[in-house]
């Protein structure tokens, strides 16, 4: 017994095991950094859609459209890849000489001096603003409909006390919507979460990298086979995590949405 209770204790807290609980904070920083930025860009597609030049109305659904129909996977890498490139071109450009590219065997970078070296927290923050494009695409009609959704009178009431056009948007309409989007919204917030499984697929040494690397047939060369193949055991452990999450994210918009909807629900009873 008191074996057993060593070899799992010793298992678990091994090196291994400790840089498994520590990526944990990648995936919630990529879910909470990707969701604000998903408000941000739905918040904007959103304003564009309703603004009464035509052009600015073009360039918020074509956002919403675009965005929205290109699968989820591969904008998540085309985004930090193309931002990669794009970059170290701005770079070589400013520091290749010919010989330099001339010298470069490799067909990218155009030079050594121009090559950029990411690290996980930089490929991080590019996969968080991958998330936020995108579902801000889905953000951005939820807003969209929720700002249709505030009563014209409030709006013109507005108006008549004096309020400018920006006045109006930001004081009134703005802050009234958001009692309609937030249903919507915490479906998107739902997405999210569930896309920050995608992070491996940037070689970030995320949760669901490590629950395959750990999970995997264990072989050391001193005791034969310490376990076999054990990935459904620490798939099981995500699972219960996302649902974990799910359900805390559940209870914080409700309440939330009831903060937000006291104002409407005391108006509607008087």
């Known amino acids: 017994m008191l074996d057993d209770i060593a070899f799992w204790v010793g298992y678990l807290t091994n090196g291994k095991h400790l840089t498994w609980y520590a990526s944990f904070q990648f995936t919630i920083f990529a879910a909470l950094m990707g969701g604000a930025l998903a408000v941000v860009f739905g918040l904007t597609g959103a304003t564009l859609k309703n603004s009464r030049f035509l052009p600015l109305r073009l360039i918020g659904t074509f956002y919403s459209a675009i965005v929205r129909g290109v699968p989820d996977v ?10 990669e490139q794009a970059v170290e071109w701005v770079i070589a450009t400013q520091v290749c000489s ?8 490799a067909p990218w970078p155009p030079c050594r001096e121009a090559n950029w070296f990411l690290g996980t927290w930089e490929y991080l923050l590019l996969a968080s603003v ?7 695409a889905f953000a951005s009609n939820v807003i969209h409909g929720a700002m249709r959704s505030v009563p014209q009178g409030q709006l013109e009431a507005a108006r008549a006390y004096g309020m400018s056009a920006r006045q109006v948007l930001w004081r009134v309409h703005i802050r009234q919507m958001w009692v309609y989007a937030l249903p919507g919204l915490s479906n998107v917030w739902m997405l999210i979460i569930k896309a920050t499984s995608l992070l491996s697929l940037l070689q970030i040494a995320d949760i669901v990298l490590w629950a395959d690397r750990l999970g995997a047939p264990n072989y050391l060369p001193a005791v034969g086979l310490v376990h076999d193949d054990w990935r459904w055991r620490y798939y099981l452990v995500l699972f219960i995590f996302y649902i974990l999450v799910t359900w805390l994210s559940e209870r914080a918009f409700e309440a939330i949405m009831r903060r937000a909807g006291r104002g409407i629900l005391s108006e509607a009873q008087g």
């Open 74 to 83: 591969l904008f998540f890498l085309f985004f930090p890849l193309a931002f």
């Open 130 to 136: 991958s998330l936020g494009l995108v579902y801000g």
């Open 98 to 105: 010919p010989e330099a590219i001339a010298a470069q065997t």
